[in-house]
C-alpha cells in the first residue's frame, strides 16, 4: 500500500466525480455552492505503520472544502484535519469523534491512527444529500469499494445505520449477522466476499449516544474482534 496509489485512483475517475457533483449542484436551489466535497481521502503513516488497521466509514462529511475535484487541495485539506485532531486549528466536538477515539483505544491501543471514509462523496449545505442527490452520489460508490481494498484493513466500521443498507448490499454483496444483545438494526455484523476484513454495522454515534447504546456497542464491537490472545487484551490482525 502506497499514498500515491488514492491519488491515481482519483486521476482515473476525476471526470466521473465532476459530473456527479455538477448534477448535484443543478438539483439545489440557486444562489451558492450547496455541494461540499468531494472528499478524497490519504492514509497517515500511523494508519499505515499500525499492527491493527481499522477504518471508519461515516455517511458524509459536514463543513469541508469544496471544489471542483482539484485532487491535491482535497488531500491536502484531509492531511490537514488530521483526523480531528489538529495541532494548529479547531478540534469539532460531538460524539462522532468522540466515539472514534475511544474504538480507536479498544481496538489499536492509540490515537489517530486510523483512516476515515465517508459513503457519500459530497454533503449538502453540510448535511445529508437530498434523495435525489444520494441517488446521484451512489454512481460513486465504488470509489469506496477501491479505498478499502487499497487501505487492505483489519476492520472496518460502518456508522451508516440501517437506511444506507441497500447501498451497501450493492457495494459490498453483504450478509447481516445478528450480535447478541442488540437488533441488527441497531448492531450487526457484516460479511462481504469482496473484503477479508472483519466489519461492523451500526448507527451514527450521535444516535448511539442518544439512545444510550454507545457504551455497549464499543464493548460488543471490541469483543467480536479479538484474537487469540483475548487473555491479554491484545488484538490479532487479519492475515492479508
Known amino acids: 500500500m502506497n499514498k500515491e496509489a488514492f491519488t491515481q485512483l482519483y486521476q482515473r475517475h476525476q471526470e466521473q466525480i465532476n459530473g456527479a457533483h455538477r448534477r448535484c449542484e443543478e438539483n439545489c436551489p440557486k444562489g451558492g455552492q450547496a455541494m461540499r ?21 461515516g455517511q458524509e ?20 484535519f488530521n483526523l480531528n485532531g489538529r495541532a494548529d486549528g479547531p478540534v469539532h466536538p460531538g460524539a462522532f469523534w468522540n466515539v472514534i477515539r475511544k474504538l480507536e483505544a479498544e481496538l489499536i491501543g492509540t490515537s489517530h491512527a486510523c483512516t476515515a471514509l465517508n459513503l457519500n462523496r459530497f454533503s449538502q449545505h453540510g448535511r445529508s444529500p437530498s434523495g435525489q442527490n444520494q441517488r446521484i452520489l451512489s454512481e460513486l460508490d465504488f470509489l469506496l469499494l477501491e479505498e478499502l481494498k487499497l487501505l ?3 476492520i472496518v466500521i460502518f456508522f451508516t445505520g440501517p437506511r444506507y443498507d441497500s447501498r451497501l448490499n450493492a457495494l459490498l454483496q453483504v450478509s447481516h449477522s445478528a450480535v447478541e ?29 442518544r439512545r444510550r447504546l454507545e457504551s455497549k456497542v464499543i464493548a460488543a464491537i471490541k469483543a467480536g474482534v479479538k484474537g487469540s490472545h483475548a487473555s491479554t487484551g491484545q488484538i490479532t490482525a487479519n492475515p492479508c
Open 181 to 209: 444483545g442488540f437488533t441488527t438494526r441497531q448492531l450487526s455484523k457484516i460479511h462481504s466476499p469482496e473484503l477479508s476484513a472483519k466489519i461492523y454495522r451500526t448507527y451514527h454515534p450521535t444516535y448511539l449516544r
Open 61 to 80: 462529511s459536514g463543513d469541508w472544502k469544496t471544489s471542483e475535484c482539484e485532487i491535491e487541495k482535497q488531500l491536502a485539506c484531509y492531511r490537514d
Open 37 to 57: 466535497g468531494p472528499y478524497l481521502i490519504e492514509p497517515n503513516d500511523a494508519y499505515l505503520n499500525a499492527a491493527v488497521k481499522v477504518v471508519f466509514v
Open 152 to 154: 487492505q484493513p483489519d
